[in-house]
Nanobody
Framework: QVQLVESGGGLVQPGGSLTLSCAAS????????MGWYRQAPGKQRELVARITSGGSTNYADSVKGRFTIARTNAKNTMYLQMNNLKPEDTAVYICNVGGRLATMSQFSSWGQGTQVTVSS
């Protein structure tokens, strides 16, 4: 089993910054891709940013230039630095981690989500 612990959400004014983190633990052999998704009320879940084990990244067009995703492989931890936040960034942010367990079976786990609210 894989457990994901997210932190860093909260209320911030437009133009402000927040850093989200997601730590994975459990019977993990290796982690491939890690990603952040978000879901706003009444909208579908969307990919915000994703990073592979090799460090390749991709971002939603709406966050390019404002958000930065990073990971610490040794600690199985992922971060999302969010700058110049806008009201439309308000959503529940959910981390996703995929890889292989110690049993060599593949896994894809989701976190519980952390609320980000951008409002004055």
């Amino acid at each position: 089993q894989v457990q994901l612990v997210e932190s860093g959400g909260g209320l911030v004014q437009p133009g402000g910054s927040l850093t989200l983190s997601c730590a994975a633990s459990g019977s993990i052999f290796s982690i491939n891709a890690m990603g952040w998704y978000r879901q706003a009320p009444g909208k579908q879940r969307e990919l915000v940013a994703r990073i592979t084990s090799g460090g390749s990244t991709n971002y939603a067009d709406s966050v390019k230039g404002r958000f930065t995703i990073a990971r610490t492989n040794a600690k199985n931890t992922m971060y999302l630095q969010m700058n110049n936040l806008k009201p439309e960034d308000t959503a529940v942010y959910i981390c996703n981690v995929g890889g292989r367990l110690a049993t060599m079976s593949q896994f894809s786990s989701w976190g519980q989500g952390t609320q980000v609210t951008v409002s004055s």
